[in-house]
Nanobody, 123 residues
Framework: QVQLVESGGGLVQPGGSLRLSCAAS????????MYWVRQAPGKGLEWVSR????????YYADSMKGRFTISRDNAKNTLYLQMNSLKSEDTAAYYC????????????????WGQGTQVTVSS
């Protein structure tokens, strides 16, 4: 049974940093691209970042470039998202996901999702 369990969210001041983790189990983690997706209050799902199987390829939505860093440790079956220079508009529930077929706005489709971790950026 596939499980994705996020952790590391919390309350942080604008300009601060957080590191999210996603522990994966129930599938061969190293064989799959992995994704971070977020949902702000009252808004739809938004793709944040994705990483290829060995971590050599990383991609970000424009608003996250230069501030967020995705990484993975295949030995630990864990996905990470380092978030720096956080802004109030980064406030959202952050989800890790696997086996995503579509990342189109309004049509993000993934087979597996974690339960999410809340990030709140506020002074």
């Amino acid at each position: 049974q596939v499980q994705l369990v996020e952790s590391g969210g919390g309350l942080v001041q604008p300009g601060g940093s957080l590191r999210l983790s996603c522990a994966a189990s129930g599938f061969t983690f190293s064989r799959y691209w992995m994704y971070w997706v977020r949902q702000a209050p009252g808004k739809g799902l938004e793709w944040v970042s994705r990483i290829n199987q060995d971590g050599s390829g990383t991609y970000y939505a424009d608003s996250m470039k230069g501030r967020f860093t995705i990484s993975r440790d295949n030995a630990k079956n864990t996905l990470y998202l380092q978030m720096n220079s956080l802004k109030s508009e980064d406030t959202a529930a952050y989800y890790c996901a696997a086996q995503c077929r579509s990342l189109q706005p309004g049509k993000i489709e993934c087979d597996y999702w974690g339960q999410g971790t809340q990030v709140t950026v506020s002074s």
